[in-house]
């Protein structure tokens, strides 16, 4: 039989407490209390980053901590890694374009941006740019699009992949179009693309709409060049044949 403690953990959805209950090592009862409450914060900080990390669907698990910031990227004065990494431009509501050759870890580390976001309990999600296309055009189609749009309510970081593999329908272009400049100065947005802004037109068939696209992403923004060899490439070739 359950002790009143332990049923009032229970009902209050706290069973974990119980494995620190007891106020043995504890000088005082404040301490004790102090202790319960510091031990039910981290867990629920815990739980929000999982919850938040299983939302933004992230295609793998990537983290800063096996990034390589080789000497290929180029950073733009005065954006610095500890500016990324602190994830100032995220609350700045500034966004950041990671442009380059395949390979070089421009997802990689968008990801790993993405992920240290919703440790820190930012609501971030992650979308290859042909799929939200994809998304939008479906959702214009059942006339669900507003539907849609609100699921970016509570969105502060967005992670657009591979921006510029797929070219896109005119109504696809424009779709997305107005979708960033509803994003305008009220969340960050993280691009990746291997074309340079020059050649955005060939992707958006627009060169009028691509001009005013890249207006409103690249104000505020941190442009990162990405150059060198293919990671991938470079370990396919130095793997052994056997």
Not at 78 to 85: G, K, Q, S, V
Not at 182 to 209: G, M, P
Not at 221 to 241: C, D, Q, V
């Amino acid at each position: 039989m359950s002790t009143p403690l332990e049923a009032i953990c229970k009902q209050l959805k706290l069973p974990h407490l119980l494995t620190v209950l007891g106020a043995d090592g504890f000088e005082t009862k404040e301490e004790w209390l102090l202790f319960l409450l510091q031990n039910e914060l981290q867990c629920r900080e815990a739980l929000k980053a999982a919850r938040l990390y299983k939302k933004a669907k992230f295609p793998t698990k990537r983290t800063l901590e096996n990034f390589d910031w080789h000497d290929y990227i180029a950073l733009p004065k005065p954006t610095t890694r500890e500016a990324l990494t602190s994830l100032s431009f995220i609350h700045q509501r500034e966004n950041a374009v990671f442009v380059g050759t395949p390979g070089t870890g421009k997802t990689h580390l968008a990801c790993a941006l993405g992920h240290l976001a919703t440790t820190s309990g930012i609501e971030t999600q992650f979308w290859r740019v042909s799929d939200l296309v994809g998304e939008l055009e479906l959702h214009w189609k059942n006339q669900t699009l507003n539907q849609f749009k609100r699921r970016f309510d509570r969105t502060k970081l967005v992670i657009l992949d591979e921006m510029g593999y797929v070219p896109f329908t005119k109504g696809g272009a424009e779709l997305l179009f107005q979708l960033i400049s509803d994003w305008y100065e009220t969340k960050s947005i993280i691009i990746t693309s291997n074309l340079e802004f020059s050649q955005w037109h060939k992707v958006f068939l627009d060169a009028r709409l691509t001009a005013a696209l890249v207006d409103r992403l690249i104000h505020h923004a941190h442009i990162l060049s990405f150059t060198g060899e293919s990671f991938r490439l470079k370990n396919a070739l130095s793997t052994p044949k056997y």
